[in-house]
């Protein structure tokens, strides 16, 4: 076996074990396993496409099988947030350090009714490594308190993300209740989350979707025109 095949051996062998302790919900090891991954320096989109996304797709598969029920679920949110706290401050760290620069606002929240932050957590952080200015309002966020915050601090990009089916009306609505504001025209409109796509976004009337962190932070410097 030559060397770099050696390297993608063990590479694959912890991204797997990181899955094996996310799906167990055991928060211990998983942060370990965190760790111990990008101390052997994996990088951070591998570890959080291939290790916590494939990891939560089979969780959500046991929930829908019946097998996890809504506490497990809850369990597996925070075994995430776990993780994030070792993986997430080594992005701001690492290549991206020199951009300090900020190139823009961007007010991002979950849309109301959904109080999954999770992914929107992730996309926070890398458009903030990027060197864009970040205003999180959290989750379950009404309509009026995104246009009042966008409104604030003069933001150019408004950022929407949503997990659930049921609550697509509500970034709808947060949409509507942008262009009913006066504020449309100089503010850029990125969403993003499961139940969203390419062309839901643009019925929607957003400007860019992004299908997971380091794709939503690169379109939003796109749409600020700093590629
Ligand atoms: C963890 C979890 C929870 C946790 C959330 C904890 C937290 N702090 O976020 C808790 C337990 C609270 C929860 C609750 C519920 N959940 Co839930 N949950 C999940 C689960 C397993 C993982 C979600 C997640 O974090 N994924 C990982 C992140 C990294 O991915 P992501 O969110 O998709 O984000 C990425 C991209 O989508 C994108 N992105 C996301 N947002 C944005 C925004 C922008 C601007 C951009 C550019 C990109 C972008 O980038 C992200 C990073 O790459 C999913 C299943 C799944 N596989 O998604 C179900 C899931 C979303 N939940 C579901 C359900 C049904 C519920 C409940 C209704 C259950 C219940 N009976 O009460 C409640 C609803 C509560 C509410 N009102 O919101 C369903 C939704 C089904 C549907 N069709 O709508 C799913 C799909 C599970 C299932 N298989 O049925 N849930």
Do not use: W
């Not at 949110?77 to 706290?85: A, H, I, S, Y």
């Amino acid at each position: 076996m030559r060397l770099g095949e050696a390297h993608l051996d063990q590479s694959n062998f912890m991204l797997e074990n990181l899955r094996k302790h996310i799906v167990e919900l055991d928060a211990e090891e998983s942060r370990r396993a965190a760790r111990e991954a990008v101390d052997a320096g994996i990088d951070v989109e591998s570890i959080l496409s291939k290790g916590v996304g494939l990891a939560l797709e089979e969780v959500s598969r046991r929930y829908d099988r019946g097998e996890y029920f809504l506490s497990e679920l809850v369990m597996a949110g925070e075994v995430v947030n776990e993780v994030l706290t070792e993986v997430l401050p080594r992005i701001k760290k690492g290549e991206n350090e020199a951009a300090v620069i900020e190139k823009g606002t961007v007010v991002i929240g979950t849309v109301q009714g959904d109080l999954h932050d999770i992914g929107k957590n992730i996309v926070s952080t890398f458009m903030s490594a990027l060197g864009l200015r970040v205003i999180d309002l959290g989750v379950d966020v009404p309509p009026e308190r995104f246009v009042e915050e966008v409104r604030r601090s003069r933001a150019q990009i408004m950022g929407l993300s949503c997990l659930l089916t049921t609550t697509l009306p509500a970034m709808k609505r947060t949409i509507e209740a942008l262009q009913e504001s006066g504020l449309r025209p100089t503010v850029k409109i990125i969403v993003g989350g499961r139940p969203v796509t390419e062309t839901l976004a643009r019925e929607l009337g957003a400007d860019a979707y992004g299908h997971d962190a380091p794709d939503g932070a690169r379109k939003a410097l796109k749409l600020l025109g700093r590629e």
